[in-house]
T-cell receptor, first 113, second 115 residues
């Protein structure tokens, strides 16, 4: 079993829809959770960062963490064609950064105009 | 300000040749990370630097891989005797300090193709 599981998609939705992206993880030592967006042939760009269970909102994006279920989500409201990209969840244990980020494989999202 | 830069953006090489990949982190960032992104494996962590020091090289895929960092800034990842399975995008990231909670900023990557 991989440490972080993420459905690769592709996930195709019409413009304006609410998008839900999810990851599950097995290592309870993960304490910090991130969502990165990656456009084709570009580096990952940080979208959201959380470290506690609950919701965090930033504009059209909401990140949700449920540590008891080892489950994280990213919701995108009023989706736009420019949101079409690969979304990577990432997480890291507490204690120094030396372990690096552990990523899911990414979900390829397509927003249809 | 300037972000993380990497060079070259693309590299095509023949099997058995050595390659050097370069990373320029954000100015003032003391921590630097190398990752590899391939179709089958996704994004995997290779090595980190705190200043010029890389205390743990266990994440490097084989002893053909080495990395160094000089002056607390530029880092190079060297792959000797390249193999076809080394084909991937090599990403570099930097953060202000080496801390789990510190944001890692990624460069655009170097796309390596080994023929």
């Amino acid at each position: 079993q991989k440490e972080v599981e993420q459905d690769p998609g592709p996930l195709s939705v019409p413009e304006g829809a609410i998008v839900s992206l999810n990851c599950t993880y097995s290592n309870s030592a993960f304490q910090y959770f991130m969502w990165y967006r990656q456009y084709s042939r570009k580096g990952p760009e940080l979208l959201m960062y959380t470290y506690s269970s609950g919701n965090k909102e930033d504009g059209r994006f909401t990140a949700q963490v449920d540590k008891s279920s080892k489950y994280i989500s990213l919701f995108i409201r009023d989706s736009q064609p420019s949101d079409s990209a690969t979304y990577l969840c990432a997480m890291i244990v507490s204690g120094g950064g030396a372990d690096g980020l552990t990523f899911g494989k990414g979900t390829h999202l397509i927003i249809q105009p | 300000g300037a972000g993380v830069s990497q060079s070259p953006s693309n590299k095509v090489t023949e099997k058995g040749k050595d390659v050097e990949l370069r990373c320029d982190p954000i100015s003032g960032h003391t921590a630097l990370y190398w990752y590899r992104q391939s179709l089958g494996q996704g994004l995997e962590f290779l090595i980190y630097f705190q200043g010029n020091s890389a205390p743990d090289k266990s994440g490097l895929p084989s002893d053909r891989f080495s990395a160094e960092r000089t002056g607390g800034s530029v880092s190079t990842l060297t792959i000797q005797r390249t193999q076809q399975e080394d084909s991937a995008v090599y990403l570099c990231a930097s953060s202000l300090v080496l801390a789990s909670e510190d944001t890692q900023y990624f460069g655009p990557g170097t796309r390596l193709t080994v023929l």
